[in-house]
């Protein structure tokens, strides 16, 4: 699926949701400025050409600016999901798990390479955004345990509304 179809069919499900109106280039400069990297090309088009957060997985991902859809992407940034400083510099809260497990995005990756963080343990997922977002769409998305290993054999899964077609590539473990 190319980023077009990508944005296409988020950009569907952000209407179904009734999700906020793009965020305006200024809101994403500013989130840059804070973060100290530019975003990957998709997440950038997702923010300003579909929805200011609320796309992606169950009730989406978070929003550029405050005010708009949850928590803001800047702020998660700052203050951070991780107390013990394990994430590195330009990895990204981008959708919260809740219980301190976050999915990640890279921001030194054009592509957006998707991390997981739980418990102060960080790891790359192996997959890019464009990958987590169709895993999201096709109902495969849960939760990449950075250990491997879900707690009690739990996988959280997000309850999700997909448009896109069947037998992607799941973005978890």
């Known amino acids: 699926m190319t980023d077009d179809e990508i944005i296409e069919a ?3 499900l952000a209407r179904k949701r009734q999700a906020p109106p793009p965020a305006p280039p200024e809101a994403v400069a500013e989130a840059e400025r804070v973060i100290g990297f530019a975003f990957p090309t998709l997440l950038r088009r997702l923010y300003t050409e579909v929805s200011n957060g609320g796309f992606g997985p169950a009730d989406g991902v978070l929003s550029v600016d405050v005010g708009q859809w949850h928590e803001h992407i800047a702020e998660a940034y700052e203050y951070g999901p991780d107390p013990t400083g394990g994430v590195p510099a ?7 798990w809740g219980c301190t497990m976050w999915s990640m995005i890279d921001f030194r990756d054009p592509d957006g390479a998707m991390w997981s963080s739980a418990d102060g343990d960080c790891r790359p997922q192996g ?6 977002l169709l895993a999201a769409m096709d109902g495969e998305l849960r939760f990449a345990w950075p250990n491997g290993e879900p707690p009690e054999n739990e996988w959280h899964r997000p309850e999700t509304a997909g448009d896109a077609s069947s037998g992607r590539a799941s973005a978890g473990n």
């Open 10 to 12: 988020c950009r569907k």
């Open 90 to 96: 330009g990895v990204v809260p981008l959708y919260d």
């Open 127 to 132: 997959v890019t955004l464009a990958q987590w």
